[in-house]
């Protein structure tokens, strides 16, 4: 049985017929569950000696996936079918973790025993916990995230060999509980503050915002609105199909790589400026607007001007028109705002950058639109989390993904992933020696 049998695609009874300068192939037409058409080249190069070329693989699939659905053209986004607009009305983070690994929602049992395990798993081992004093003072925490789950992994030798989906479950639910715990010692030992352990009775929200703000003798109580933005925010980052991180945890995966040495390298994939790096770039552009005193028609010209200044928080290689979680973020930190009973000149200013480049011919002919960076930041500021921790943040929130997708794979067997390239480098040439060169 082949994959498009045992998968949802389908497979097209017209086939796409490629005409080369010296052979004629036909492909198969395969069809997904939501009619997205694609040509199957597995076996061009065998059938003409011919392979594709696509840069930054902006037309190429990777694999068939059941988890994420986007329409970039419509603006829409659904987990495992599930609009991100109703998950985002009803859902917690932990629930929307148990939809993507699992691929349904979990039943009232199956909730309670996630939340149970994440709780039992929210401490890291001590001769872990001790790493930390290994690290200056002003270490990235994006660097410290990965060393640390990769050193995690070595306190759980029995997570790097995942025999069935209740074995990875218990490795999903110890991966997101560390990082978060990870991600508040980074934060603290950055401070110069003890660090705050986990308390038990907490939701996975709270304990995290416990860990961060709780000083010794006074307990930090996190408002609703509060827990509820870091919910929304992390429900919002949680999975988004084949992007450059989630692609990272599919490309080690594939070569059999355990499930913490897959997630450890998309935190590094993640980190870069023009990812999950974005959040911070936004909200420096918006301070170095705030202080230089230029207008927000000035950075909006800059932007179009073909220098490499580009308007971070814009832009994304699937959506060409709003990215459905700006929208919902955007409501967000109005809400938090409007319940701290205070204006952010920030916020001010990325509504007026947002109304000027919706308007602008540039932006309009190459559908730039804010994407899920372009608000998300402004939110974590709010609640008081140091720019340096905003892509950690991105991190903790896309675990799930990168577990569903790590998961998926794993039941899957796909062939380890290793692409051709187009060869452009000096053809065939002698050794010269040493004492012959120029
Ligand atoms: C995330 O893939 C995902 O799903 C990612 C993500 C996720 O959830 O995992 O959604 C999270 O990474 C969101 C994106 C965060 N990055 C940024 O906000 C950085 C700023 N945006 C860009 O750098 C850019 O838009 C990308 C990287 C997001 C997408 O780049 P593409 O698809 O490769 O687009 P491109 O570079 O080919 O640009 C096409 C044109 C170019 O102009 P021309 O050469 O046609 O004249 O659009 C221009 C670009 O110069 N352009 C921008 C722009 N983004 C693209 N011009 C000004 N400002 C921008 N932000």
Redesign the pocket.
Known sequence: MDKYSRGKATTASEVATLTLPDAKVELPIRIGTENERSVDISELRSESGYITLDE?Y?NTGACSSEICFIDGEQGILRYRGYPIEQLAENSRFTEVAWLLISGELPTQSQAADFSALLTEYELLHEGLRHHFEGFPPDAHPMAMLSTMINAASCYHPDLLELTDDDHLMEAAAKLMSKVRTIAAFSYRKSKGQPIVYPDPALSYCRNFLHMMFSIPYAQYEASPTMVRALTLFLLL?AE??Q????STVRMVGSSGANLFASVAAAVCALWG????G?NV??MRMLEQIQDSGASVREIVDR??S?DSF?????????YKNF?PRALILKKAADDLFSEMGKADPLLQIAEELEEIALNDEYFIE?K?YP????YSGIILRAMGIPRNMFTVMFAIG?MPGWIAHWREQFHAADRIHRPRQLYIGPTKRDYVPMDQRR
């Open positions: 930054g902006g980052h988004h199909e992007n450059c991180s989630t400026p023009l990812h999950g974005a770039e936004v932007a179009k073909g580009r308007l971070m928080g814009f832009g994304h290689r699937v990215d190459r730039l994407n899920v960076d372009f896309r």
